[in-house]
Structures are given as C-alpha cells and as structure tokens.
C-alpha cells in the first residue's frame, strides 16, 4: 500500500516543483485534476490528450522522482437537468478516460452526478427520503437516467481498460455503498468506489464495515484519505444535514479534517488493516479540505501519520497456524 497525494491544495506551484516536494516526503503517487470542480493545473488535459511527445515528457518526470499516478480526478456533474453543463461534465469524463488509458492510469475518480426530479425541472435534486410519494417517483427516474449513462461510460471505460471510481458524494446521486453497489450490478463491473471515508463519518456510516461491503463486491477502486471531525455541540442542536458555510466553523456541526485530526491513529490502523483484509493494496490517496490548517501542514501531517500505518510489505506464511 502506497501514501500518495490529490494535488489540488499544490495548485499554486507548477508540477515540476510540487514533485520534488511531495517526494521529500516520502509520497509515492498523485492524484492530478484533469477536470471538473479539482480543475488541471497540474494535468491540462488538452495538452496531453493524444499527445504522445507531452505523456513522454510527464512519464520522464514521474520517473525522476519515483512517482507515479493512481488515478485522474474530474469531479462535475454529467447527469446535470442543464444540457450545456451535462454536456461539459461528459466530455471531460470522457476524455479523462482515455487519457488514463493513454497514460496506462488505472482509474479515473468523479461523481456520479445528480439529476433533476422530473425531466422538466431545472435544478439537481438529492432525494434522502421516500415521503412524499412524488419524492419516490423521482428518486425512480433519477436511478434511470444514472444507469442508462453510467451504462454508456462503463463501455467507454473497458474500451480504453480504465476503472472508473465514484466518491459517494452526498448531493449526489450516490452517497452511500449501498447505492454504489446498485449502481455497480446495473452497469457493470468497471464502476466501483473512490472510497472516500469522510463523507460516510456524518452520516454515520461505519468505516471498516462499508469497506467489508463493498471490498466483498470487489468494488473498491481507489482510496482516499481524508478525515471528518463531528462537533456534538452543534450536531445535538440542528443534525449534520448542515448548510452552514464551511468557512464558519464555530457553527457547523462537522469539518473536513486532515487524517488524524477527526479520528485518532488506532482508527486509521483499522481502515488500513481492514482495506488489506478485501485485498486493497493500492494508493491512499490524501485529500486536503481542512479550513483549520494550511495545505502544506495538513499534508504533512497527514503523511506522518498515514507513514505509520500503512504496510509496506506483503504478509508473509501464517506459520503459528501449521
């Protein structure tokens, strides 16, 4: 299992300069932006696309620092009710997927997109209960658009040979594994998860049982590693359905925290050990959001703890048991 890093918080400095840092670090890999709300700073997608002399160049410098790319992130909405946007939002996923082919990147890491609740509204609609019965009607047409699409881009994935992995995203379609896992059976086994555990730690989700879950599915594609702190205070008053701004802390009933900081090392020990129990030995890739700190030292520190519990080596003979 490998430490590595999504590049957005290093937008601000050239890819050129962010490696030499990151590999000071000791981090193994990125997880560029190509796209969406992650942007391509790092990564331009029509600068590299079907440019066989640029994807040479990058190759050239991933090598110098022993890095390499888990995944390409483009994070939008292709199920959006507006066309143009959807339209936007498809293209970049598309082109992010054969990008990735063309950069021999496993997989590419995104949302599933949020529909309308009618095909007359105008506005993304995140159903979370059953009643009213018109809430159920439209949670139905929402699944139907998102499997005819999602349909579409798994064909589109196998034919460049990328796995494509959706952060349950709340706002989004799929939030939850359960919904990940629906989504799977219906389109096919190109579509897992980007499992990302900080937006399942408000909603009361149960880390290491939603990896079992969806590592019994062999649906977990790609890793994050980002961290979620719960202020009860706040949460005992108004839920953790919580509008409040993310830049007003003192009010909001949770924050994005860097690892370590939401919950301690023992728990992060047991994500890591139970991600190894469903054969999970890829990248754990660290998403800074935390308005508490400074990218930099959110990293870093984030690194520092992750350092200590991932494995670096495979398990060898369970000799005590002969």
Not at 155 to 172: Q, T, Y
Not at 203 to 219: K, N
Request: proline share 6%; aromatic share 8%; glycine share 8%.
């Amino acid at each position: 299992m490998q430490i590595g890093v999504h590049t957005p918080p290093l937008a601000d400095e050239r890819l050129e300069s962010a490696l030499p840092y990151l590999d000071g670090l000791g981090v193994d890999a990125i997880e560029p932006g190509v796209g969406g709300h992650p942007g391509q700073d790092h990564l331009p997608r029509s600068e590299f696309l079907d440019d066989e002399t640029e994807q040479a160049e990058l190759r050239d410098l991933l090598a110098e620092y022993d890095m390499e790319i888990s995944a390409l992130a483009t994070h939008n909405n292709p199920l959006h009710p507006d066309d143009e946007r959807a339209g936007k939002a498809d293209t970049e996923l598309r082109e992010a997927i054969r990008l990735a082919g063309q950069l021999e990147v496993d997989a590419v890491t995104c949302f599933s997109g949020l529909p309308a609740g009618g095909p007359n509204d105008e506005v993304p609609n995140w159903i979370t209960a059953p009643w009213p019965p018109e809430h159920a009607d439209a949670l139905e047409y929402q699944w139907e658009r998102a499997i005819d699409y999602w349909g579409k881009i798994t064909d589109h994935a196998a034919d460049h040979g990328v796995d494509v992995a959706i952060e349950m995203h709340p706002n989004m379609l799929i939030y939850e594994p359960h919904g990940l896992a629906r989504l799977r059976e219906e389109t096919g086994d190109r579509i897992g998860a980007n499992f990302d555990p900080s937006h399942l730690y408000w909603q009361g989700i149960a880390i290491t049982d939603a990896i079992r879950y969806l590592g019994e599915r062999d649906a977990i594609h790609h890793v994050h590693a980002k961290d979620t702190k719960i202020y009860d205070a706040q949460a005992r008053e108004k839920g953790v359905l919580d509008t409040t701004a993310y830049d007003d802390e003192p009010n909001r009933s949770w924050l994005f925290r860097s690892v370590g900081y939401g919950h301690g090392e023992a728990h992060w020990k047991d994500v890591v050990s139970t991600l190894r129990i469903v054969d999970y030995d890829g990248t754990l890739s660290i998403e800074h959001e935390d308005s508490l700190t400074s990218a930099r030292e959110g990293l870093e520190k984030a690194i520092e703890l992750l350092e200590r519990a991932v494995f670096e080596t495979q398990p060898g003979e369970a000799y005590w048991a002969e």
